[in-house]
């Protein structure tokens, strides 16, 4: 199963770097303009366990409802760190979207002078190896290579 794993580390407190992620609303800063995407969820979205939010997006001028499941929400505070530093966490899952199967687990540990946030994807598409190797990794590293940069500039200004 292909996954991708990014990770950067962001001059700012923890605490400060999981409420930016926990605001489900920053999702659409820190998306590509060209996927056009929009969350449709109604705002303010209470993100725990087993909450949904539904997004629309464009590939490749295609319109695609996606919705998630938060399926793991533990921020800071709520359990020991673990082996690897990790003191907080969330992992949301495709349930209706573009993928066979997509699990997203975000990861933040406290590091000197910030945080380490760490992104890793577990997915499937459909029509299988030449699909993801032509169009959808090049394309998912592009959205990932664009959201390191947009949540920096928003975090450290």
């Given at each position: 199963m292909p996954?991708?794993?990014?990770s950067q580390t962001l001059r700012a407190p923890l605490d400060r770097v999981f409420e930016f992620f926990a605001d489900a609303g920053n999702l659409e800063a820190i998306t590509p303009p060209f996927l056009r995407f929009r969350i449709?969820?109604?705002s303010p979205i209470q993100m725990r366990e087993g909450a949904l939010i539904d997004y629309r997006?464009?590939?490749?001028?295609v319109p695609i409802r996606w919705r998630t499941r938060i399926n793991a929400w533990e921020p800071p505070g709520t359990r020991p760190a673990r082996a690897d530093g990790v003191v907080a966490?969330?992992?949301d899952e495709?349930?209706?979207?573009?993928?066979?199967?997509w699990v997203h687990e975000h990861t933040f540990t406290p590091v000197d002078g910030g945080t380490l946030v760490r992104?890793?994807?577990e997915y499937r598409v459909p029509m299988g190896f030449l699909v993801h190797s032509w169009f959808v990794?090049?394309?998912?590293?592009?959205?990932?290579?664009?959201?390191?940069e947009a949540t920096r500039k928003l975090i450290e200004g």
């Open positions: 996954t991708l794993t990014t449709v969820t109604p997006l464009r590939l490749h001028g966490r969330f992992i495709q349930i209706k979207g573009p993928y066979r199967l992104d890793t994807v990794r090049p394309r998912l590293d592009q959205i990932f290579a664009y959201r390191a």
